[in-house]
């Protein structure tokens, strides 16, 4: 049986003023994430993945607005509740884990009182209390000694056990829903198994809705139940995870997938090199310039963002074109 | 002659924790010997803090070793004048990780890439703007990028920028420190694939450092891994990789995620 969604967001998009000109980096977005399965959003730098996330906690700086569309968790919605209320969101149901886990932390003040401060703002304990909490949660990350963890400064760990303390302090609240930005890009490869290791147990632990944020589809493959792949501020293509792998449809999610390096040593064709987004809100497709299998077609555009089969939602033209005649 | 050979390379830093403590020393790199070819791309492979990056340096001269010689083109690189090692330096080169940092954003890229063409050649400025103009055709960059700057580019641009720097006056030996980590998967590709050729068209020899195994695959002949300063194994056939029986190198195998969904990694460890 279908579960009902614990966050939906419904026709995203996302414009950001700037001195010369207003653009728009997210458009159209849709996706609905389900308690306890990891939602992947996959996309290269600059299509938009990163402001989606911060749209969903209302974090987006000034200059940055969401123009229309909804964001709803548990019959609210995030984009028109007072501060106040968003304030009680933030951390409690909906936390967040950034890239870079050493600019994240406050480099003057302990680990311990980084978790003191995260429990006690949400939850009315005592001190002591939260510490117990924070040496409960530290214990279950399998990291090394973790009362020792508790008194150390931030740069006295590594960007990988920053992470995981990162995550610690995340699941002492058991928020409902973790967005986590690219959770492992700026660590090495040993340390990003650990990392996701402990992601997927805070999914099977606490039923946490996760939305993992990434441009490594290895990520993907090993922990998201369903993807969203973004291009120009667009979804392209949305699909249960093995689907996605085994039959992308999306001439850009072949490219994607074509491209992942292994251990095998074959050669790889790599893609013309340039991306330039059509910044103005012109309905064409944002893959135009650089897919190998567009023709005429493509160019008069309407970006129909249609279920193919179930649960396989595709943005483009010559698909649609295919199947539907 | 070999290119490059390193002899019982030692390194130590010294570090102290607080005010009042003692300080200790972390060894870095410790009694690294190795030799390079000519056209020949060696992948260093090892977790962060394994030494890699110390010894990309040490082979620069930006740190000195300890101990230890490194002689490159037959010469020991740390044992000569100023206007020798300004002559040898004209065949090493290097890119780092964060290529935001390595330009100076004052600079168009057009005086960037220029820059050592003007410490080594004496070119009219026609001549001078002929061979940038033939750098940034040669990685793949347009001739009106030339008067931009690089806040004006992509990560992945400014990669090539660096590289087309890095070229600019032919060298040996090209230094790639994590020089893909930073970057997508495509622009990745990309950026490895001009590597390679750029390798086979001029006879480059590389040093790859990194600690994504997959990226040193695709690109090295062969491979050390190094672990805490040491090197712990050497493969000198990358078809056998999987072979690799260190288990320090097991470790790095073993995280190399698997390209397809379905096996759950996580759980074996």
Do not use: W
Not at chain 1, 134 to 160: H, I, M, R, W
Not at chain 1, 272 to 285: A, E, I, M, Q, R
Not at chain 2, 75 to 98: A, C, G, I, M, Y
Not at chain 2, 193 to 216: M, P
């Amino acid at each position: 049986m279908r579960h009902q969604p614990i966050l939906t967001v419904n026709n995203l998009n996302i414009s950001v003023s700037t001195p010369l000109e207003v653009v728009h980096p997210v458009r159209d977005v849709n996706f609905a994430l389900q308690s306890g399965k990891v939602l992947g959003i996959v996309g290269e730098s600059g299509s938009g993945k990163t402001l989606t996330c911060m749209s969903l906690l209302r974090l987006l700086p000034e200059n940055v607005k969401v123009e229309f569309g909804s964001i709803n968790y548990r019959n609210q919605n995030l984009l028109e509740c007072s501060a106040e209320d968003i304030r009680k969101v933030r951390g409690n149901d909906i936390a967040m884990i950034m890239q870079n886990p050493m600019i994240a932390f406050n480099p003057v003040r302990t680990i311990e009182s980084h978790f003191i401060e995260t429990i006690r703002t949400h939850l009315p304990i005592t001190k002591r209390l939260a510490r117990k909490v924070a040496v409960e949660y530290l214990e279950k990350t399998d990291l090394p000694n973790p009362k020792a963890v508790l008194k150390q400064y931030p740069f006295q760990l590594s960007g990988g056990m920053l992470q995981r303390v990162m995550i610690a302090i995340t699941m002492s609240l058991k928020p409902s829903i973790l967005i986590a930005d690219e959770p492992t890009t700026a660590l090495d490869a040993t340390n990003q198994l650990q990392v996701l290791k402990q992601l997927d147990k805070l999914k099977k632990e606490y039923n946490t809705g996760i939305l993992l944020v990434t441009h490594d589809l290895g990520v993907i493959a090993q922990l998201a139940d369903e993807v969203a792949v973004m291009y120009g501020g667009y979804i392209v293509e949305k699909a249960p995870v093995l689907k996605l792998f085994n039959q992308p449809m999306h001439p850009y999610t072949r490219v994607l997938l074509e491209s992942r390096l292994g251990l095998t040593r074959k050669k790889i064709q790599s893609v013309s090199p340039l991306s330039t987004y059509s910044k103005n809100n012109d309905k064409k497709c944002p893959f135009l310039d650089r897919c190998e299998e567009a023709n005429h077609s493509c160019t008069s555009y309407n970006l129909e963002y249609r279920e193919y089969e179930k649960d396989h939602f595709v943005r483009c033209v010559k698909i649609h074109e295919s199947v539907g005649n | 002659m070999s290119l490059l050979v390193l002899k019982n390379i030692k390194k130590s830093f010294f570090l102290k924790n607080s005010v009042f403590e003692k300080r200790r020393s972390i060894e870095a790199v410790k009694d690294i010997s190795l030799t390079l070819e000519q056209g020949v791309c060696l992948g260093i492979v090892g977790e962060s803090g394994s030494g890699k990056s110390t010894l990309g340096k040490i082979i620069l001269g930006l740190e000195k070793p300890d101990q230890g010689e490194v002689c490159f083109l037959g010469k020991n690189l740390h044992n000569l004048n100023s206007k020798e090692l300004k002559e040898l330096r004209q065949n090493l080169q290097v890119v780092f990780q964060d290529c935001y940092s390595a330009v100076n954003p004052r600079l168009t890229i057009g005086e960037s890439i220029a820059e050592p063409l003007r410490n080594y050649k004496r070119l009219s400025s026609a001549e001078e703007e002929k061979q940038v103009l033939e750098l940034l055709k040669k990685v793949g960059l347009r001739r009106e990028d030339i008067h931009k700057y690089p806040s004006q580019f992509s990560g992945g641009q400014l990669q090539r920028i660096n590289i087309a720097r890095a070229i600019a006056l032919k060298p040996k030996l090209i230094i790639l420190d994590e020089a893909v980590s930073a970057l997508d998967a495509l622009v990745q590709i990309q950026i490895l694939n001009l590597l390679a050729q750029l390798k086979e068209e001029f006879q480059l020899s590389y040093l790859f450092i990194s600690h994504d195994l997959q990226a040193v695959n695709y690109i090295a002949d062969c491979l050390v891994v190094m672990h805490q300063g040491e090197i712990v194994e050497r493969l000198d056939d990358m078809e056998q990789l999987e072979q690799l029986a260190n288990p320090v190198s097991k470790k790095l195998l073993s995280s190399v995620l698997p390209p397809f969904p379905g096996y759950m990694k996580c759980e074996e460890i």
